[in-house]
């Protein structure tokens, strides 16, 4: 089980200052002591000021390989492709230089793409030097949804597999995520969250005895320090 340090702020523009200079530092460290360093994000609302700080960062971003948690199976410049949001957000300005890799291909499905999607995973440097995680409102984190017939193989921690396809029932689109078994090998893992609600959820989730949400199984399987980020 994780040690979970949160982290709670004033305000959101403050938590986004102090999330992005986190990160920047953990990847600093990484190209110190291994000369590359690798980033997955999140997509959704909540990353896109902290994503317009990180973009601000002095870092060598030309050894710097990103990558997304989860995506929407859309075109990349669909307006709900999360691939759409770090190009337009976070891939910008000095940030140009980093090694994007996104998660959709050409495949008609989550599941015809997968052996392609790890293929172009390959070449980063693994296990993740910083992995950001958001939450949704069901307690699903990356494109782990509790409603999916796929859950209880994707979040399994014996699975071989970097990414697996999702079908959730309760949100739009089939999706791909990383499993559950590659997010808890990241060296540095953070939890970004905002609102008195999505709180709630969190504390809820993380107390809740048997029937655990997908959020909480993160932090039961991951191991050393971790980090929930919040604001109000
Ligand atoms: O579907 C998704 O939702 C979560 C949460 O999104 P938010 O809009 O509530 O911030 C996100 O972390 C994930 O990457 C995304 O695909």
Not at 59 to 70: E, G, H, K, M, P
Not at 122 to 129: E, L, R, T, V
Not at 193 to 208: E, N, P, Q, S, V
């Amino acid at each position: 089980m994780a040690d979970l340090r949160i982290h709670d702020y004033d305000s959101r523009v403050d938590l986004d200052i102090c999330l992005a200079r986190e990160v920047a530092a953990a990847l600093e460290t990484a190209l110190r002591e291994r000369g590359v360093a690798s980033l997955a994000v999140s997509g959704g609302r909540t990353p896109v000021g902290m994503f317009q700080q990180l973009r601000q960062m002095r870092l060598d971003w030309s050894r710097v390989w990103i990558t997304l948690v989860d995506d929407r199976w859309l075109p990349a410049d669909h307006e709900d492709s999360n691939e759409r949001l770090v190009r337009e957000h976070l891939l910008k300005y000095q940030v140009e230089a980093a090694n994007f890799v996104g998660l959709k291909t050409a495949a008609a499905t989550p599941e015809a793409g997968l052996d392609a999607v790890e293929a172009a995973l390959a070449p980063i440097p693994q296990p993740f030097d910083v992995l950001i995680l958001g939450m949704g409102e069901d307690g699903h984190t990356a494109s782990l949804f509790p409603c999916s017939a796929e859950l209880a193989s994707a979040a399994a921690l014996d699975n071989p597999r970097q990414v697996a396809a999702v079908n959730p029932t309760s949100a739009p689109y089939a999706r791909i995520s990383l499993t559950l078994a590659a997010i808890v090998r990241s060296r540095n893992l953070f939890l970004h969250l905002t609102g008195t609600k999505k709180k709630a959820i969190f504390d809820a989730a993380m107390a809740a005895p048997t029937d655990r949400l997908p959020i909480a199984r993160v932090f039961d399987a991951a191991s050393g320090v971790c980090h929930m980020y919040w604001a109000e």
